[in-house]
Protein backbone atom coordinates (compact mmCIF):
# COMPACT_ATOMS: atom_id res chain seq x y z
CA UNK A 1 0.00 0.00 0.00
CA UNK A 2 1.36 3.01 -0.60
CA UNK A 3 2.44 6.17 1.77
CA UNK A 4 2.99 9.22 1.14
CA UNK A 5 4.74 11.73 2.36
CA UNK A 6 4.43 16.02 2.00
CA UNK A 7 6.89 18.55 2.55
CA UNK A 8 7.98 21.51 1.43
CA UNK A 9 5.88 23.86 3.77
CA UNK A 10 6.51 26.83 5.87
CA UNK A 11 6.35 30.45 6.20
CA UNK A 12 5.76 33.04 3.67
CA UNK A 13 5.12 36.42 3.34
CA UNK A 14 2.16 37.05 0.84
CA UNK A 15 3.17 37.17 -2.74
CA UNK A 16 6.20 34.93 -2.58
CA UNK A 17 6.79 31.09 -3.38
CA UNK A 18 6.73 27.81 -2.36
CA UNK A 19 7.42 24.07 -3.67
CA UNK A 20 5.63 21.21 -1.89
CA UNK A 21 6.41 17.89 -2.83
CA UNK A 22 4.54 14.26 -2.43
CA UNK A 23 6.44 11.61 -2.07
CA UNK A 24 6.27 8.03 -1.69
CA UNK A 25 7.95 6.07 1.25
CA UNK A 26 6.54 2.90 0.77
CA UNK A 27 4.89 1.69 -2.58
CA UNK A 28 4.91 3.53 -5.94
CA UNK A 29 2.09 5.53 -7.84
CA UNK A 30 2.95 6.22 -11.05
CA UNK A 31 -0.04 4.32 -12.00
CA UNK A 32 -2.38 6.62 -9.74
CA UNK A 33 -3.95 10.24 -10.40
CA UNK A 34 -2.66 12.31 -7.50
CA UNK A 35 -4.51 15.08 -5.69
CA UNK A 36 -3.92 17.87 -3.37
CA UNK A 37 -6.05 19.47 -1.00
CA UNK A 38 -5.92 21.51 1.81
CA UNK A 39 -7.57 21.87 5.34
CA UNK A 40 -7.74 24.62 8.27
CA UNK A 41 -8.82 24.36 11.50
CA UNK A 42 -12.15 23.14 11.81
CA UNK A 43 -12.79 23.39 8.15
CA UNK A 44 -13.69 20.39 5.39
CA UNK A 45 -10.60 19.53 3.60
CA UNK A 46 -10.84 21.82 0.26
CA UNK A 47 -9.44 20.84 -3.00
CA UNK A 48 -5.83 22.55 -4.51
CA UNK A 49 -4.98 20.50 -7.52
CA UNK A 50 -5.40 17.03 -9.54
CA UNK A 51 -2.79 15.35 -11.99
CA UNK A 52 -3.60 12.32 -14.05
CA UNK A 53 -1.18 9.34 -13.83
CA UNK A 54 0.33 10.50 -16.99
CA UNK A 55 -0.18 14.13 -16.21
CA UNK A 56 -2.18 14.76 -19.53
CA UNK A 57 -5.10 15.50 -17.65
CA UNK A 58 -4.51 18.24 -14.83
CA UNK A 59 -7.15 20.37 -12.62
CA UNK A 60 -7.12 23.24 -10.32
CA UNK A 61 -9.53 24.80 -8.19
CA UNK A 62 -10.60 28.11 -8.87
CA UNK A 63 -8.68 30.08 -6.14
CA UNK A 64 -5.23 28.56 -7.04
CA UNK A 65 -6.11 28.88 -10.95
CA UNK A 66 -2.97 30.79 -12.56
CA UNK A 67 -0.94 30.59 -9.48
CA UNK A 68 -0.36 27.37 -8.45
CA UNK A 69 0.99 24.83 -10.81
CA UNK A 70 1.00 20.68 -10.62
CA UNK A 71 3.55 18.27 -11.67
CA UNK A 72 5.17 15.13 -11.47
CA UNK A 73 7.99 13.05 -11.87
CA UNK A 74 6.82 9.48 -12.02
CA UNK A 75 10.75 8.10 -12.45
CA UNK A 76 11.19 9.66 -8.54
CA UNK A 77 7.86 8.88 -7.21
CA UNK A 78 7.07 12.53 -6.75
CA UNK A 79 4.25 14.61 -7.42
CA UNK A 80 4.97 18.43 -6.84
CA UNK A 81 2.72 21.99 -6.15
CA UNK A 82 4.52 25.04 -7.41
CA UNK A 83 2.95 27.78 -5.50
CA UNK A 84 3.39 31.25 -6.27
CA UNK A 85 1.87 34.83 -5.71
CA UNK A 86 0.72 33.42 -2.10
CA UNK A 87 -1.68 35.31 -0.40
CA UNK A 88 -2.76 35.04 3.51
CA UNK A 89 -6.10 32.84 2.39
CA UNK A 90 -3.55 30.54 1.15
CA UNK A 91 -2.79 29.53 5.08
CA UNK A 92 -3.28 25.69 5.66
CA UNK A 93 -2.17 22.45 6.05
CA UNK A 94 -1.92 20.83 2.35
CA UNK A 95 -2.20 17.27 2.21
CA UNK A 96 -1.79 14.48 -1.02
CA UNK A 97 -3.72 11.79 -1.43
CA UNK A 98 -4.43 9.04 -4.08
CA UNK A 99 -6.92 9.28 -6.03
CA UNK A 100 -9.12 5.89 -6.37
CA UNK A 101 -12.91 6.51 -7.92
CA UNK A 102 -15.28 9.43 -8.17
CA UNK A 103 -15.02 13.20 -8.75
CA UNK A 104 -11.53 14.14 -8.66
CA UNK A 105 -12.18 17.45 -6.79
CA UNK A 106 -14.21 15.60 -3.95
CA UNK A 107 -11.68 14.33 -0.87
CA UNK A 108 -13.81 11.59 -0.44
CA UNK A 109 -12.71 9.96 -4.00
CA UNK A 110 -9.44 9.58 -2.90
CA UNK A 111 -7.25 7.50 -0.30
CA UNK A 112 -3.78 7.26 1.01
CA UNK A 113 -3.81 10.57 2.76
CA UNK A 114 -0.35 12.24 3.90
CA UNK A 115 -0.24 13.64 7.00
CA UNK A 116 0.25 17.26 5.58
CA UNK A 117 2.61 20.28 5.46
CA UNK A 118 2.11 23.57 7.28
CA UNK A 119 1.66 26.71 4.66
CA UNK A 120 1.40 29.82 6.54
CA UNK A 121 1.55 32.89 4.37
CA UNK A 122 1.89 36.51 6.43
CA UNK A 123 -0.20 39.64 5.22
Known amino acids: QVQLVESGGGLVQAGGSLRLSCAAS????????IGWFRQTSGEAREFVAA????????YYADSVKGRFTISRDNANNTVFLQMNSLKPEDTAVYSC????????????????WGRGTQVTVSS
Open 26 to 33: VGTFEKSA
Open 51 to 58: ISKGADTI
Open 97 to 112: AVWKRGDYDRSVSYVN
